[in-house]
């Protein structure tokens, strides 16, 4: 895949948009409520940092590290938890923070983990993007940024075999 075959799906600006959107939505549910927001690595670091921004409550911030995806476009169908360690989130709201839900194996190994692990305040999830065509599990996110048919997409934090995560914008291989 090379930068030149790529096709704009969301620009910057519709991206920044959406994330203030979102955290005008959250910011009325939480209402300065103390969260806990929890990035998931790699691909949701440009959302999680974008959108924390725009929160006005009291923020924790956790970073945890999953894979899914094997080389290239296909995903191996196994969560892989590389680094999962979280503090104590009992009583806490937290705030799972994803980039896309794809399958959705990956959003409910986490709550799953979340829920199997801890009795929080309440377990929320946020992606950017939702591929819900796509769904094995009956998982939907809480929140979600824009919905997507079934393309391999990249940018803003999403990569092709590592690459293509500094883009400001998603796009996709036309
Ligand atoms: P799921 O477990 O829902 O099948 O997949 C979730 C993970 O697969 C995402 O966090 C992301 O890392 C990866 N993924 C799914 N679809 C895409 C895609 O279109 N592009 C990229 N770059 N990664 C994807």
Do not use: W
Request: some cysteine; overall charge negative; glycine content about 6%.
């Amino acid at each position: 895949m090379k930068i030149d075959e790529l096709k704009v799906l969301f620009s910057e600006e519709q991206i920044q948009k959406r994330i203030k959107e979102l955290a005008d939505e959250m910011n009325k549910l939480y209402k300065k409520e103390e969260v806990t927001a929890i990035c998931v690595l790699k691909g949701a670091v440009m959302f999680a940092a974008d959108l924390v921004k725009h929160l006005d409550m009291p923020i924790q911030m956790e970073f945890i590290r999953l894979s899914s995806y094997g080389a290239g476009t296909t995903t191996s169908g196994k969560v892989h938890a590389v680094d999962i360690s979280l503090p104590d989130l009992n009583n806490k709201n937290v705030l799972i923070i994803e980039d896309i839900v794809d399958t959705g194996l990956t959003a409910k190994f986490l709550t799953d983990f979340i829920n199997n692990n801890f009795k929080t305040k309440s377990t929320k999830f946020c992606s950017l993007l939702d591929k819900k065509i796509s769904r094995v599990t009956d998982i939907e996110p809480d929140y979600f940024g824009f919905e997507i048919d079934n393309k391999f997409v990249v940018g803003y934090g999403l990569d092709f075999d590592g690459y293509f995560r500094n883009l400001r914008y998603i796009g996709y291989k036309n």
